[in-house]
Nanobody
Framework: QVQLVESGGGLVQSGGSLRLSCAASGSILRFNAMDWYRQAPGKQRELVAS???????NYADSVKGRFTISRDSAENTGYLQMNNLKPEDTAVYYCSALLTAAGTPTRDYWGQGTQVTVSS
């Protein structure tokens, strides 16, 4: 059974950094692409960053220049490096990965979410 497990969230002061990880487990044949989303209390979930199957990346305007998305296909793990964090970055962060697993069609899988809190 394929699972995505996120880690790396926590409490940090404004201007600090965190690195989120999203590890896929199971019979993974290929780690294709990944998105990171976040959802703050009372707000809709928003797309923060994407890395596509060809390695191209996209970022929300609010995080450009501060966040970096990457993946290690050999380790079936994706990352979101977050620098110069601001209080408005406070949210639950979710990863979604497009995975090819043995015996199943290629599809998106979701992590459970990890809380990021930035204090001012």
């Amino acid at each position: 059974q394929v699972q995505l497990v996120e880690s790396g969230g926590g409490l940090v002061q404004s201007g600090g950094s965190l690195r989120l990880s999203c590890a896929a487990s199971g019979s993974i044949l290929r780690f294709n692409a990944m998105d990171w989303y976040r959802q703050a209390p009372g707000k809709q979930r928003e797309l923060v960053a994407s890395i596509h199957i060809d390695g191209a990346t996209n970022y929300a305007d609010s995080v450009k220049g501060r966040f970096t998305i990457s993946r290690d296909s050999a380790e079936n793990t994706g990352y979101l490096q977050m620098n110069n964090l601001k209080p408005e970055d406070t949210a639950v962060y979710y990863c979604s990965a497009l995975l090819t697993a043995a015996g199943t069609p290629t599809r998106d899988y979701w992590g459970q979410g990890t809380q990021v809190t930035v204090s001012s």
